[in-house]
């Protein structure tokens, strides 16, 4: 099916009309947040789902209860998405925990007036492509990638779901309230997960011991979480996401753009990257 066929543009940019049907974006449009709401904010594919085991863990204080009881999108709901109007989401007691795929200019104006805290979670571009070209084969909501070549040039020019990388990055990356964003990247996470824990903990002002940081991380581990059907999507029909195809929990690694991307295509990659971000002055982990 076509991108006309399945998606919605809203705000400029492309979204899966299936997940984001137009009662949740009015929702979200309307949304209250409250001052002390933690929302995870990441481009698809940068480690949404491990944030949204790692910062419900931080809450608890170790405790495992909420994500071995309550699925991922219940646990830490995206705002944008269909199940978010259902959830009684004004009901939760504070601080209450979001994540959203919504560029910077996107937000909904509650989210300009009140501030929240945001963790904004960023991967090399070239990883984000390679675990989307494998998830756009298995998600039928999504539009089939095509060869890889075709896909490349979609995400580079922003034709994919949440439009182009280059554009969230910068959005957030240019906002004024930085005192109220924690910028951390995928790549830190797996170079030192127990360290990036202490960091966001210490950002969501909750104390952990170095034991419960340790549990954390533990839980938090790909093959933990792999095996854990609160977060690795196995109650989601096959119709929807075919994880015979390939599995959400693919590879979680940092690099694996260099098994998937030719000479020529890293080569293509790159220059796109360079003039796209040739002003952003940010040391990203990646670079
Ligand atoms: P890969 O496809 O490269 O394996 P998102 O949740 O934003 O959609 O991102 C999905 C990516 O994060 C997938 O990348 C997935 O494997 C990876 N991921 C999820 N949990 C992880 C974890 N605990 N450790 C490392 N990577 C993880």
Redesign the pocket.
């Known amino acids: 099916m076509t991108e006309v066929e399945l998606y919605t543009v809203y705000k400029g940019v492309y979204m899966p009309t299936l997940l984001h049907p137009p009662e949740s974006l009015k929702f979200y449009e309307e949304f209250c947040f409250r001052p002390d709401d933690v929302l995870i904010v990441?481009y698809?594919?940068?480690?949404?789902?491990?944030m949204q085991?790692v910062a419900p863990l931080i809450q608890s204080g170790g405790d495992l209860v909420p994500i071995e009881t309550v699925p991922n999108w219940d646990r830490v709901p995206w705002l944008e998405e269909h199940r978010a109007h259902q959830l009684n989401l004004e009901q939760r007691p504070s601080p209450r925990l979001f994540a959203t795929h919504f560029h910077y200019d996107m937000m909904p104006p509650s989210y300009f007036s009140v501030k929240p805290k945001v963790i904004y979670v960023m991967r090399n571009p070239k990883?984000v492509f390679?675990?989307s070209f494998?998830?756009y084969g298995m998600a039928s909501f999504l539009v089939n990638p095509g060869t890889q070549s075709d896909f490349l040039h979609k995400f580079l020019e922003g034709k994919v779901m949440f439009g182009s990388w280059f554009d969230h990055i910068r959005g957030w990356l240019g906002t004024r309230e930085k005192e109220r964003i924690l910028y951390i990247s995928?790549e830190e996470?797996?170079a030192d997960l127990t360290a990036s824990i202490t960091k966001m903990a210490q950002f969501m002002d909750k104390a952990l011991h170095p034991e419960v940081v340790e549990k954390i991380a533990e839980s938090?581990?790909?093959h933990n979480?792999k095996r854990n059907k609160m977060s690795n999507y196995s109650t989601v029909p096959t119709e929807f996401m075919d994880q015979s195809k390939s599995s959400?929990?693919?590879?979680?690694?940092s690099g694996?753009w260099k098994n998937q991307l030719t000479v020529s295509e890293s080569e293509y990659f790159d220059s796109v990257y360079k003039d796209k971000m040739k002003d952003v002055k940010y040391n990203f982990a990646w670079d």
Do not use: A, E, L, Q
Not at 248 to 253: A, L, T
């Open positions: 990441t698809p594919k940068s480690g949404t789902t491990w085991d990883d390679t675990s494998h998830y995928y996470m797996i938090c581990v790909f979480m959400f929990f693919r590879k979680g690694i694996d």
